[in-house]
């Protein structure tokens, strides 16, 4: 049999097969055996993450066991270091110097892509949809498109083994089509166990941040006036900032794939006002009265704008 008859012969087994199976899943179906997935399957990969211009390889690592999770990323390239999650803890040691700081988060956020809890609650500011399917890594996956209604958000596209419904790569769009961010696996495989590691803790040598448990809103030095739609607040905290003890209000809002953080502090002359932006995230800041507004986050520099501007301070009698 020539060469091209056999790749026919390949592709027309591979389309009959398709076409035999059960019905394929609509996106929301994908996303949602996508992110039960995430949650009890353990897996491992090499990933590469692009962000702002710049290419990082590391080995991932997930493993469950009873509802118990825990991610890890090892660096293949300087400057060395693994990062573990457990829950909503993330901690990173350096191995040149041997430092370990340990990141205690309010929430869970996974390493790969942030889900929602209730998808079809997304419903009315997202639209998602089935673009197709392509191999990543060696491995038929579905291609999933995560819009938004509005201009107050990015797009994602996700490819999904379509076998294990494993994210394979994950890409963010500004408002223009133009990629911002992505990872992809170039390998993965999933076990049947793997060994969770031991906690980073090095002791004298591990520094603690975010440390404080989350406050309610009310205590903030600030009101929001005003937030997109699907934007809701999930934690303040006010802690002293590191090596100054000067108090910081922080205030994160999110609407279930994307997160958003304000700060504000005592204002300072080295402080800049207005836009910034660094790849997918954008700042905007402003001064009120004495102190300085910063809101920051993986949203179009549109949207850090119009929560900044409505912010104003809180009256001490509300």
């Not at 179906?29 to 290419?55: I, R």
Request: charged share 20%.
């Amino acid at each position: 049999m020539s060469v091209i008859n056999c790749f026919f012969m390949a592709l027309f087994l591979y389309t009959g097969s398709a076409l035999a199976g059960e019905p394929r899943p609509n996106a929301l179906q994908v996303l949602e055996k996508m992110t039960q997935a995430m949650k009890v399957l353990n897996y491992q990969g090499t990933v590469a993450f692009l962000k702002n211009g710049k290419l990082e390889p590391m080995k991932y690592v997930h493993a469950a066991e009873k509802g118990i999770e825990q991610e890890r990323l090892l660096s293949l390239n300087s400057p060395l270091r693994e990062i573990i999650r457990d829950a909503d803890k993330i901690s990173c040691r350096f191995k040149e110097t041997q430092q370990t700081i340990v990141d205690h988060r309010p929430f869970e956020r996974s390493f790969l892509v942030d889900m929602p809890a209730n998808l079809e609650a997304m419903g009315t500011i997202y639209q998602f949809e089935m673009m197709g399917e392509e191999n990543v890594a060696m491995l038929p996956s579905y291609i999933v498109a995560i819009r938004p209604k509005d201009n107050y958000r990015y797009s994602r596209k996700l490819w999904i083994d379509m076998q294990s419904f494993l994210p394979l790569k994950v890409v963010i769009y500004d408002n223009s089509g133009a990629p911002l961010e992505q990872l992809v696996f170039t390998d993965m495989e999933v076990k049947d166990t793997l060994p969770f590691a031991d906690a980073l803790d090095a002791g004298d040598s591990t520094r603690h941040i975010h440390e404080l448990q989350p406050q309610s809103s009310e205590q903030a030095g600030f009101v929001v006036t005003g937030l997109p739609p699907g934007f809701h607040e999930l934690f303040f905290t006010r802690k002293p900032m590191h090596g100054t003890g000067q108090l910081v209000d922080h205030l994160s809002i999110g609407d279930g794939f994307t997160l958003v953080s304000i700060y504000m502090e005592s204002k300072s002359g080295a402080m800049q006002s207005g836009p910034q932006s660094v790849g997918a995230v954008n700042f905007f800041s402003r001064t009120i009265d004495d102190s300085q507004l910063t809101v920051m986050g993986e949203v179009p520099a549109e949207t850090v704008k119009l929560i900044a501007e409505g912010i104003k301070l809180r009256n001490p009698a509300e």
